[in-house]
Antibody, heavy 121, light 111 residues
Framework: EVQLLESGGGMVQPGGSLRLSCAAS????????MRWVRQAPGKGLEWVSV????????YYADSVKGRFSISRDNSKNTLYLEMNSLRAEDTAIYYC??????????????WGQGTTVTVSS | QSALTQPPSASGSPGQSVTISCTGT?????????VSWYQQHPGKAPKLLIY???KRPSGIPDRFSGSKSGNTASLTVSGLQAEDEADYYC???????????FGGGTKLTVL
């Protein structure tokens, strides 16, 4: 079964850090472009970051640039999102997602269940 | 980069058809044939319905169809069913070195 399973969410104070993980199974992770997407409470979807299959290319939303870092370990079939200098506006459900047909131009066809990040004092 | 524009709500009766629009610019929707649509039920992860404007992934019923004209893409849901009640999001590729952009979402109500 193709599956993505996020972990690492929780409550953190403003200025704090968290590391999210996304464990992949049932497909060739090392061939797949991966993204992080977030959804603030009651709000729409927002692209956060994307990483190429070999990890050599990454892009970030302006809202997280310089604070978040996406990475992957293809030997462990795991995607990561390192989040630093967290702000209240980073509070959201964070989803990892796999690109359809090896390019995110074709949409994201597998999604995890999401992990909740709450930034509050 | 601005979000794509979707109507906040849409509705239709069972068996009817409803169309949701998604308006962007020549830098995103109008410039590329890489528009995708997602369905999201409350408390669930999004689900890919349409990619490359009008293609359906395996398992998506043909009641869901997509199209594009100029800077506006559209999702049509035909033969509305109760389980189609959900939020729908469009997104478009906007060039390399760019994450792309989402629409604000449309809440579809089946009356």
């Amino acid at each position: 079964e193709v599956q993505l399973l996020e972990s690492g969410g929780g409550m953190v104070q403003p200025g704090g850090s968290l590391r999210l993980s996304c464990a992949a199974s049932g497909f060739t992770f090392s061939n797949s472009v991966m993204r992080w997407v977030r959804q603030a409470p009651g709000k729409g979807l927002e692209w956060v970051s994307v990483i190429s299959s070999n990890g050599g290319t990454t892009y970030y939303a302006d809202s997280v640039k310089g604070r978040f870092s996406i990475s992957r370990d293809n030997s462990k079939n795991t995607l990561y999102l390192e989040m630093n200098s967290l702000r209240a506006e980073d509070t959201a459900i964070y989803y990892c997602a796999k690109a359809n047909l090896y390019s995110s131009k074709y949409g994201m066809d597998v999604w995890g269940q999401g992990t909740t990040v709450t930034v509050s004092s | 980069q601005s979000a794509l524009t979707q109507p906040p709500s849409a509705s239709g009766s069972p068996g009817q058809s409803v169309t949701i629009s998604c308006t962007g610019t020549s830098s995103d929707v109008g410039g590329y044939n890489y528009v995708s649509w997602y369905q999201q039920h409350p408390g669930k992860a999004p689900k890919l319905l349409i990619y490359e404007v009008s293609k359906r992934p395996s398992g998506i019923p043909d009641r869901f169809s997509g199209s594009k004209s100029g800077n506006t893409a559209s999702l049509t849901v035909s033969g509305l069913q109760a389980e189609d009640e959900a939020d729908y999001y469009c997104t478009s590729y906007a060039g390399s070195n760019n994450l792309g952009v989402f629409g604000g979402g449309t809440k579809l109500t089946v009356l």
